[in-house]
Each structure stands twice: as C-alpha cells, then as structure tokens.
C-alpha cells in the first residue's frame, strides 16, 4: 500500500518561508515525478511543482522564483522550499506522486495523493 506523508506546514507571516516534505513508502518513485499541489477554500486544486529526480523540473508561474522543490530519491522523498510566501499562498498543500513518466500538470494524472498540510501566510 502506497502512502504519501507530508509534514512542515503552519503559520507564516508574508514574506516568510517555509518548507514541506513528503516521504513516500510502499513503492519508489526514483524515476518517476512526484511533486505538489495546492488547494484554497473554495478554489480547484491546482499544480504548484513536479520534479523527476532534482534535475527535471517544473513550476507554475505564480511561484516561479520564489519556491524551489528538490528530491532525495535515497530516502523517497519531495521537498517544497517557500520563500517569499504571500497571503494568496494560502492553502492546504498536497504531495503527489505519479507511476508513469512525464511531468503532468492536472491533479487527474497522479494517482498517488498525501493527506494535505495546512499552510497559512498572515498579511
């Protein structure tokens, strides 16, 4: 049984940082992409970034510059460093993981998802 357990979130004042981590068990995704999404209330889930390995990347544009994710494929882990954080960052962020290749961009495409970590960015 696969499980995605995210850990790091929590209270932040803009212009803070803050970072996740998600460790996966039960299957590895050396070579595979596992990355993050982010859910606001009252908003659809929406891609925050992937990453295959540390070298394969990809981030949307609202984040761009200011977050950065890395992989420990050692330990089956993703990491999601915040910098930068402003108010509309709020919401809670999920890891995910795919079993196939290619970076995808819709929550539809990951078939592995963490139970969500609250974060909060205060003006």
């Known amino acids: 049984q696969v499980q995605l357990v995210e850990s790091g979130g929590g209270l932040v004042q803009a212009g803070g940082s803050l970072r996740l981590a998600c460790v996966a068990s039960?299957?590895?995704?050396?070579?595979?992409?596992m990355g993050w999404f982010r859910q606001a209330p009252g908003k659809e889930r929406e891609f925050v970034a992937a990453a295959i390995g540390s070298a394969i990347t990809a981030y949307a544009d609202s984040v761009k510059g200011r977050f950065t994710i890395s992989r420990d494929n050692a330990k089956n882990t993703v990491y999601l460093q915040m910098n930068s954080l402003k108010p509309e960052d709020t919401a809670v962020y999920y890891c995910?993981?795919?079993?196939?290749?290619?970076?995808?961009?819709?929550?539809?495409?990951?078939?592995?998802w963490g139970q969500g970590t609250q974060v909060t960015v205060s003006a």
């Open positions: 039960g299957r590895t995704f050396g070579g595979y992409p």
């Open positions: 995910a993981a795919r079993g196939t290749s290619g970076i995808q961009y819709s929550p539809g495409q990951y078939a592995y």
